[in-house]
């Protein structure tokens, strides 16, 4: 038996609860638990298919697809529809320009403003690129009922709250890890 699932069963054998009670909860926490799971490696492997198949991340192809169908755009309008900090935005422009799938250039009406703007490869590579992991999730979410819809997010909210992670400021952004990975070793040169 693992370290993590002996804790598990003591936490849950010390609470005031008969064996049978006992038994159901551990039940439903592992139930959780594996669910949870689940949804963090379906997202860890699609990040990884993302990162193998463009050499970008899942936030960066969807700063990608905002430039190309918002055209001309500013940083924090970038920002705020991707529900992510301009910093966090300029750090992604910043690696996108690195490799020249982007380019910034201030605003002839206004000085104070910079748009950042696809190169023909970012445009390129938008044709062929996978359908990030969220587009795929919003399809088969809009097909439930408003009941179901209402059900996980509260379900998903009180897990967060749960796990005190209510706070934790994150975007609607299906990926882990890194912004940019394909600076890093590959795992095979690691071993």
Known sequence: MSDTKRLLENT???LDLNDQEKDLLLNHIEEVLVALRRVIRATDLHSKYLAKTTGLTAPQILLLQTLRDRGQVTIGEIANDMSLS????????????KRQLVYRQRSDSDKRKVHAFLTDEAKEILKSA????????????SYLQEWEQT?????????????DAQHIDASPVLDIGKLDRHHEPSDSKAK
Request: a positive charge.
């Open 12 to 14: 849950v054998y010390n």
């Open 86 to 97: 301009q910093a966090t935005v300029t750090t992604i422009l910043d690696r996108l320009e």
């Open 151 to 163: 059900m996980i997010i509260s379900a998903l909210k009180r897990v967060a709250q749960m796990m």
């Open 130 to 141: 996978p359908i990030p992991l969220q587009d795929q999730f919003t399809r088969q979410f």
